[in-house]
């Protein structure tokens, strides 16, 4: 692609019927980059749903094999992007070009992922309970259940990502996958990337041979509400901010028909450092601890933004370590001029807290975020103060020092949902220490021993959620391959003749797909 046209995808064609045009900004600079967008207007809007609902049964129906074919494709468009691609991507966010290259590699990755999920089979969750004529005092019909798409899906494109959570990241990903059609509202701080990525999609669609409203994406502020609120959308997936995230729910929650929102909203990640791990390796823990809170300017959902301590000369040693570390760290370009406002606005209400002690980072001026670091009172923790368990989103975190265990526990229960939790420990002590685990498998999505938790691994075993306001629905997930069970929804067939029966729910199991029958599992025909 030489030249962007900033027109609305929909239905496989561009359309611009909008007077309002945007502009895409170099995130160092902030100057305009060339280019102008067309804001969808409300009845672009309504066309790209609309789109999306005629496409829907065409694809829905379409084998696992079909999909998987599309989905591959994607990823083969994706990796064959250029130079060029790689330096739009870099001027819109700041992110530099390798962080760019490995994000593009997560985000095929994440779709050739979902490919091999609908090639065995096992997203259909086929249950089979034969027919009892005999059965007394009353025979059991046949009963057949599987899963199917929800049906047309609204997707935001997340600040942070702009590739692996964007317009071909995972929520696409497992949206299509699904047999879900989707309409995606493009990030208005990476339009020029989204447009480069949306074109790679209808490369591979044409390619495939997929229904023209397979996948649509339009731009524009505002336009979001009348996405969430038309009728033919039948699910949101989002990942922003708790404010943002809550606004979709209210909007969804009260249409005549509510539907889902899977919002990925807010989570300061605690760790948790244990002070036998101090002792033997506490100049590490520090360096490693500042490194991850850092990395990327601290835009990481995933951000350490809480430590927390047990009362010891370990720990008193590490703080201090730990505050030479944050001092030391270089100052970073943010996304775009938002983020770092809304980073400053954040930095500036716990410097006026009464009850938080600044500890280190130099002061926050210029075009570029500081590291910074707070330490505060547990007793904050215990009186549920909001603005400790707030989000900052941005290089960070606040440290809290615990007398002993029993306050450890309580400080523990006044967490809010987390997407993660981390204990640093020495093999013995995380075996004294067990009850962590127990007390914060109730407050998250992932539990790490000895790591750090920027970094999400895209697998089977991956959870990416967590209780609210970590996310809108905790039982799922936004990374790996239970993303997808997010848009299916269970249909059950009572006494269908088998030539009716969807093909993983026949008797010949066509698929050679593993199906729960009669209570015990197996591939076999029937």
Sequence with gaps: MTRLSGHNYIGGARSALGEVQLHSLDASSGQALPGSFFQATAAEVDAAARAAALAYPLYRNLSAERRAQFLDAIADELDGLG?????????????????????????????????????????????????????????????????????????FGASNFPLAFSTAGGD????????????????????????????????????????????????????????????????????????????????????????????????????ILLPEALRVRGSQIAAELAG??????????????????????QFSAFLQQFSTQMDQQAPQTMLNSGTLVSYCQGLAALHQHPRLRHLAGRPQQGAQAQAQLFQADVSLLLEGDELLQEEVFGPASIVIEVADQ???????????????ATLIGEEQELLEHRWLSEVLQEKVGRLLLNGYPTGVEVCDAMVHGGPYPATSDARGTSVGSLAIARFLR???????????????????????IRRLVDGEMSNATL
Excluded at 84 to 94: G, H, L, M
Excluded at 129 to 145: C, I
Excluded at 177 to 193: E, I, L, N, W
Aim: proline residues 8%; contains cysteine.
């Design 83 to 155: 130079d060029d691609f790689i330096a739009t991507v870099c001027r819109e966010t700041a992110l530099p070009a390798g962080r760019i290259q490995g994000e593009r590699g997560r985000t095929s990755g994440q779709l050739r992922l979902f490919a091999r999920v609908l090639r065995r089979g096992d997203f259909y969750a086929a249950r089979i309970d034969r027919a009892l004529p005999q059965r007394q005092p009353l025979p059991r019909p046949d009963l057949r259940q599987y899963h199917i798409g929800l049906g047309p899906v609204a997707v």
């Design 172 to 271: 696409t990903a497992a949206a299509l996958a699904a047999g879900c059609p989707v309409v995606f509202k493009a990030h208005s701080g990476h339009m020029a990337t989204a447009e480069w990525v949306a074109d790679a999609i209808i490369r591979a669609a044409q390619r495939s041979g997929m229904p023209a409203g397979v996948f649509n994406m339009i731009y524009g502020a505002g336009v979001g509400e009348w996405l969430v609120k038309h009728p033919a959308i039948q699910a949101v997936g989002f990942t922003g901010s708790l404010k943002g995230g809550n606004a979709l729910c209210q909007m969804a929650a009260t249409r005549s028909q509510p539907i889902p929102v899977f919002a990925e909203m807010s989570s300061i990640n605690p760790v």
């Design 292 to 313: 991850s809170v850092t990395l990327g300017a601290g835009q990481f959902c995933t951000n350490p933004g809480l430590i927390i301590g047990l009362r010891s000369p």
């Design 406 to 420: 029993r306050e450890l526990a309580a400080a523990l229960q006044g967490l809010r949902g987390q997407l993660t």
């Design 490 to 512: 269970p249909v059950c067939f009572q006494n269908y003749p088998d030539a009716l029966l969807p093909e993983a729910l026949r008797n010949a199991n066509p698929l050679g």
